[in-house]
């Protein structure tokens, strides 16, 4: 049985066309780009073929404005640390409750070991930023706000133009890890306000340990690493040419397949959830089912555990998550989930199916068919699950 993998916001396969890319930047054209020589060069027109690939993506228009890091998490850092140093006299930051470790843990760490603020937005049980509080946070004093453009759990999309406007207002620097939107959503960040935007290459089917921010033409930025003169003085050392060429490949086919991810990949998507949900009692959606990336759905299974579901679907051959792979392994449900009020009998049980343009209706034919047994096999084991049945008098204890 081949495999299915529904996992792709916490890694996607690298396209062989990218992988094909990358390849001649390894042994034949394996200059240094910083070098006076042709070995050089080359590599050089390279890189700002990569840049011009990733622009055309984002809607942004003026050279310069990406600088190539070591993926979404250094993106991230880069852009709050930045933000930091350039707000004179500004010490908050805002942020949601609902954002990647990469910018939940940067902040926690740096409001214990430095002199700053965080303002911490919550959302409502649908995952929806709580507007009036962010209003609220918004000051004098804001250096810099951190909202990601959709949640790599829920998939749920938050409204970052409107944000980034009343950041502006407060004269604060907007910035958004983008790192699951890219490639997901259209983007035209030269009409928009946006200052900062972070992407990953392994979350698009490019290459790991890559990716980009994106720095708005005129907004200052300070260097998180420092060194040679690589990416203009913005982010020092030899440059990770074969990642890069690839992750500029990778953005050039996610332009290509932008129709088929808003329409073919969706259409398979709401068919796996609309399946599971008409198949299977006592489960639910998570998220905001109306503004939400078209791979993404995250159903809580009531009264059984993630864990468990997730080891009974691999033994299918199924490749899902529960809560983000970075918080799994804890007992805790997922700081998403929770910030969103989710009941814990349902946050255990949360599944993540991630779709990719490589997801098939054979694919989504497959979890449909196993799923069911999959949940009715944890909850005959699940005394939560006896307790509710016989609460509601379906428990026939002759099977007990
Ligand atoms: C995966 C992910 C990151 C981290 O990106 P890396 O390239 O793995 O460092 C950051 N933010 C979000 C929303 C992500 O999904």
Not at 98 to 124: C, F, M, R, W, Y
Not at 149 to 172: D, K, R, S, Y
Not at 173 to 189: C, E, R, S, W, Y
Not at 279 to 297: E, H, K, M, Q, W
Request: hydrophobic share 40%; net charge negative; with cysteine.
């Amino acid at each position: 049985m081949k495999p299915v993998y529904l996992d792709n916001n916490a890694t996607t396969r690298t396209d062989p066309q990218v992988v094909e890319t990358m390849l001649p930047f390894f042994t034949e054209q394996f200059g240094n780009a910083s070098s006076m020589h042709a070995f050089g060069a080359d590599v050089g027109s390279a890189l700002a073929k990569s840049r011009k690939q990733i622009q055309a993506l984002l809607g942004s228009e003026f050279d310069h404005e990406i600088v190539f890091t070591s993926g979404g998490t250094e993106a991230d850092n880069a852009a709050i640390l930045s933000a930091l140093q350039t707000q004179i006299g500004r010490k908050e930051i805002i942020t949601s409750a609902v954002e990647h470790p990469a910018v939940l843990s940067l902040v926690a760490h740096l409001e214990k070991t430095q002199n700053i603020t965080v303002h911490i937005i919550g959302v409502d049980a649908m995952g929806r930023l709580d507007m009036e509080a962010y209003r609220k946070a918004l000051g004098p004093k804001t250096a810099i706000v951190s909202i990601m453009w959709a949640n790599n759990e829920t998939g749920t999309i938050f409204p970052v133009e409107e944000l980034a406007q009343m950041a502006h207002e407060a004269g604060a620097l907007f910035h958004t890890d983008a790192v699951q939107a890219v490639g997901k959503v259209p983007m035209n960040l030269a009409e928009s306000e946006i200052d900062m935007l972070s992407l990953s290459g392994h979350k698009l089917h490019g290459p790991k340990g890559i990716g980009a921010l994106y720095v708005r033409k005129g907004v200052r930025f300070r260097p998180l690493v420092r060194g040679g003169h690589q990416e203009r003085g913005r982010r020092a050392g030899t440059e990770n040419v074969p990642a890069i060429i690839g992750l500029g490949r990778a953005a050039e086919l996610a332009l290509e397949h932008m129709q088929d991810e808003q329409t073919r990949v969706a259409a398979m998507r709401d068919r796996l959830e609309e399946g599971l949900l008409a198949s299977i009692p006592n489960c639910f959606v998570t998220g905001d089912a109306t503004s939400r990336l078209p791979n993404t759905c995250n159903i809580a299974f009531e009264y059984i555990e993630g864990e468990a579901i997730l080891l009974l679907m691999n033994k299918e051959g199924i490749a899902a998550s529960s809560g983000s792979a970075c918080t799994s392994g804890s007992l805790e449900p997922s700081h998403v989930l929770r910030a969103m009020d989710i009941p814990y009998t349902a946050a255990h049980g949360a599944i993540r199916f991630s779709l990719s343009r490589e997801t098939t209706d054979e694919d989504v034919d497959r979890v449909l068919e196993v799923m069911p047994s999959v949940i009715a096999k944890l909850r005959e084991m699940s005394p939560f699950w006896r307790e509710r049945e016989v609460r509601e008098g379906a428990f026939n204890p002759t099977y007990a």
